[in-house]
């Protein structure tokens, strides 16, 4: 109290570090538990089986990267337990242009995912495709398309097909040059009867054995996105790490001149009989202090602005042109851990730091501290 403004500068710039570390890992928490979960509704399930062959990120392994699906396997297809889907690579010409797609086969009445497959019964010829894909080709519902493919023995077919419906979707990896029709449809154009590319399972799946059937978990499937967000907190970190550098160097400087002006009152202490280590500790508890102070008044402001936050969310308005997986509003996430680590953070930190100049104390004699001598 007795270092009046400098005090109260430090637990302010030391708080909003506070704020800002929280804010931004509580939005990264929520962006990834919010793209995860559209991830898994969207395309992923609870994992997914694949064919050996198939490569998600190479599309001429499509045209070996399909088997037929086995008698027990029917009865999980049933039940939604396994929805297969069935890739082939196609070209469409919307209004006389050419542009390279990737048509995807599903179940009609599947519900597992939340991909609107109801609207492929009430047209024979209906096909979805989501919103990216609607706003690069210039299509809307009702146009029709037409698109050429390859069957199985090599031979190329064509077409018309009638947007059915157009999907939004926060999950670019099942819009971006891709159409999905009903997968009797598509297994019956190319030849490929009762086969399929992979198929997502639903959290009932229990992995076992399925013959040529690789299951691949979300580890896996997700392991892209998890990068997307390590990178993301990596890149953060290097701003609230400079922030809190400057909060912690202010405090370093007030106990620098505390531990310079104070001399007399050290050498009274140690005079009265404390050792040296002990006014070590008393000077650190007191830089320690900034960040108590600091937390509490965090807690002041910032608890009001993350409820705000909580409620209202943080608004993307360029998040659909991205090609990642994020939604349009975020809403962020303070888990305790999180604050709890940002907490032990700040004041460790503001602890060390107090402490590296206390420990001239430790130098200082008696006599001389008495006197207001610097050693």
Avoid at 44 to 63: C, K, M, N, T
Avoid at 237 to 263: C, E, H
């Amino acid at each position: 109290m007795g270092a009046g403004l400098r005090t109260w500068l430090n637990v302010g710039v030391l708080s909003f570090a506070f704020v800002v570390i929280i804010f931004y890992n509580g939005m990264i928490d929520g962006w990834n538990r919010q793209a995860r979960h559209d991830t898994r509704g969207w395309e992923v399930g609870a994992g997914q089986l694949w064919h050996p062959e198939y490569d998600r990120y190479d599309p001429f392994s499509f045209e070996e990267a399909h088997a037929e699906l086995s008698p027990d396997m029917q009865p999980l297809i049933k039940r939604d337990v396994l929805v297969p889907v069935l890739l082939e690579q196609a070209t469409m010409y919307p209004q006389g242009r050419m542009q390279g797609v990737v048509l995807k086969g599903i179940r009609a009445d599947q519900k597992l995912l939340k991909l609107p497959t109801g609207a492929l019964k009430s047209k024979d010829d209906g096909v979805l495709i989501g919103k990216r894909m609607a706003r690069s080709a210039r299509l809307q519902t009702g146009d029709r398309l037409l698109v050429r493919w390859r069957d199985k023995n090599g031979t190329f077919d064509a077409r018309e097909f009638t947007i059915a419906r157009i999907f939004d979707s926060n999950v670019p990896t099942i819009d971006n040059g891709q159409i999905w029709l009903s997968l009797e449809r598509l297994q019956e154009m190319t030849g490929k009867v009762n086969e399929a590319t992979y198929l997502v399972a639903s959290d009932a799946y229990e992995p076992t054995d399925k013959g040529i059937w690789e299951f691949k978990d979300l580890d896996y499937l997700l392991a892209d996105l998890d990068a997307i967000i390590q990178s993301k907190k990596g890149g953060g970190m290097i701003g609230y790490i400079l922030l809190l550098i400057i909060a912690l160097l202010a405090i370093f400087d007030t106990q620098v001149l505390s531990v310079f002006r104070r001399q007399r009152e050290i050498g009274t202490y140690i005079a009265l009989g404390m050792t040296r280590w002990q006014v070590v500790k008393i000077f650190t508890v007191e830089g320690s202090a900034h960040s108590i102070l600091a937390a509490l008044l965090a807690t002041v402001y910032g608890i009001p602005l993350f409820l705000y936050l909580d409620h209202t969310g943080l608004s993307f308005a360029m998040a659909e042109n991205t090609d990642i997986t994020i939604a349009d509003t975020i809403y962020p996430y303070y888990s305790l851990g999180l604050i709890v680590s940002t907490v032990v953070l700040v004041v460790v930190s503001a602890t060390v730091v107090s402490y590296l100049p206390a420990r001239k104390i430790t130098k200082m004699k008696p006599t001389d501290a008495l006197k207001g001598k610097l050693q």
